[in-house]
């Protein structure tokens, strides 16, 4: 899928002003095109980063920003590079890396602040609670780690050349309120369980989910049973809260303890398939 880039400096001023950039900050940038969003970045920020994989864009920033000495332009593939330490991030993402770029850095940059442009659908299920048709795995991973705010909805017409679909900016910030997992592990790996079912009724989905792990039919009885109480509050597996997830992920966590389940999951980051 070709680039669009944004075409009007009112909605780039917009974004860069939700994130409230001081002479402190350092920033991030994934994407830079022609300068859009960096060119009001560099205007308040200690430093900025900013990561183009295109050479002949790498060449316009460096002619519009070189001479700036608190801009670094860094030429490479954001997905695989070493990312930039930074406590803000600004971009308006490519959209065919939206996800994976996403969890790249909650995972990889400490930042305090992220405001991103995506296509309007990934924001909504970024956003989506419970029940809705947008909520998703893709929605609690991103969830369990951030707080995600509307910004701004921007429409087609202001990017080049003008898109089919229209975008929205977000703020992502840290959560710090509670419940977090005893076991991020076992968190992700239930939320990437289940979440294969999402419309599946919550029992019916902790069955498939637990027989695909080749657990007999007596032990997938004795987890179910020990989650009881949090799957009756959930219909269906896209209707089950952060909170229950949580609550439901630290029952597992307990019967792995105990030998009773063995832990199959991986490391929290995988990225892929959401
Ligand atoms: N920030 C500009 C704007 O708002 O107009 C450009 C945004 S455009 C949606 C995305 C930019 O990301 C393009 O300049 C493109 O060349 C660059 N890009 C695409 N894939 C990338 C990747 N894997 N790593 C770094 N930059 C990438």
């Not at 994407?31 to 990561?51: D, E, N, Q």
């Not at 002619?63 to 070493?82: S, T």
Request: glycine residues 6%; aromatic residues 8%.
């Amino acid at each position: 899928m070709g680039q669009t880039f944004l075409a009007d400096a009112t909605v780039a001023r917009n974004i860069v002003e939700a994130a409230d950039i001081n002479e402190r900050d350092v920033v991030l940038e994934i994407g830079g095109g022609l300068g859009i969003l960096t060119r009001w970045l560099v205007r308040s920020a200690k430093r900025v980063f900013v990561i183009e994989i295109s050479r002949q864009l790498v060449r316009a920033l460096t002619e519009r920003f070189g001479n700036r000495d608190n801009v670094q332009i860094i030429r490479g593939d954001a997905l695989r590079i070493p990312l930039p330490r930074a406590n803000k991030v600004v971009s308006n993402l490519p959209y065919h890396i939206s996800s994976e770029m996403t969890f790249r850095l909650i995972r990889e940059v400490p930042f305090r602040l992220a405001v991103l442009m995506y296509q309007e659908e990934f924001a909504e299920r970024l956003l989506a609670d419970p029940g809705s048709r947008e909520y998703s795995r893709l929605t609690v991973d991103v969830r369990y780690k951030m707080e995600v705010e509307r910004v701004l909805h921007v429409p087609a017409e202001k990017f080049y050349p003008v898109p089919a679909v229209d975008s929205m900016v977000v703020k992502l910030q840290p959560r710090q309120r509670g419940p977090f997992a005893k076991n991020e592990d076992v968190f992700y790996w239930l939320v990437r369980g289940v979440f294969a079912y999402p419309n599946k009724t919550t029992r019916k989905a902790f069955r498939l989910w637990l027989k695909s792990l080749n657990l007999e039919g007596d032990s997938i009885d004795r987890v179910l049973a020990a989650c009881h109480d949090h799957l009756e509050q959930a219909e269906r597996v896209r209707h089950l809260s952060l909170e229950t997830l949580v609550s439901i992920a630290d029952i597992l966590w307990e019967l792995v303890e105990q030998g009773t389940l063995p832990f199959l999951g991986g490391k929290t980051s995988e990225t892929r398939g959401r």
